[in-house]
């Protein structure tokens, strides 16, 4: 176990593990529960909001940032710069690119894999093992059954099945 002197971790928060590393000025919230298992890396600068839980193993990467009560599977790893919201749910080996924005109430399933700066907004869910590119707009309220091409834009409140994307190429 690695934590950096200058991590801020609140009092209730626990670690049990080897592999744990939480790199420099990390702050973990009240009541997180994550950081169970034998591989955790938290690196510099992220912040991970009151109630969350992340699986194991995991990575979350320099300048973060994940919201309260926020729940993440292991086995996946998020980027650097990306900010998640509140209430998120995240499934089992999702990977998630560099500065990405994931809004409140959002789902992402199990082995989807999200792009580099994709947006993905307010209550939208991405099904299961779904790829969303680069640059992809997912709206608030969307559904994403099938992959989503990079720059591509899903309207907001609409269920995406493999056609009429509007590309912003």
């Known amino acids: 176990m690695r ?9 209730k928060t626990f670690f049990v593990g080897e592999g744990i590393e939480i790199g420099a000025n990390a702050q973990l919230g009240a009541g997180h529960r ?3 298992g034998p591989t955790c890396s938290i690196h510099e600068h992220v912040e991970i909001g009151s109630d969350a839980e992340i699986g194991y193993p995991f990575d979350v990467g320099a300048m973060s940032q994940i919201g309260a009560n926020t729940r993440i599977g292991g ?7 990306v900010w998640i919201g509140c209430h998120v749910v995240i499934g089992d080996c999702v990977e998630i690119g560099d ?3 994931i809004g409140d109430n959002a789902e992402i399933e199990s082995y989807a ?3 580099a700066a994709a947006r993905i907004g307010h209550h939208a869910c991405v099904s299961d093992s779904v790829q969303i590119g680069d640059h992809a ?5 969307a559904r994403v059954l099938s992959a989503v091409p990079r720059g591509a834009c899903v309207a907001p409140g609409t269920e995406h099945r493999g056609v009429a ?5």
């Open 165 to 169: 994307l509007r590309d912003e190429q």
């Open 137 to 141: 707009v997912i709206g608030r309220w």
């Open 113 to 115: 894999h999200v792009g």
């Open 34 to 36: 994550g950081l169970e």
């Open 3 to 11: 934590i950096d002197p200058t991590a801020r971790l609140h009092l």
């Open 99 to 101: 500065s990405v924005v």
């Open 75 to 81: 086995g996946g790893s998020i980027g650097s710069n």
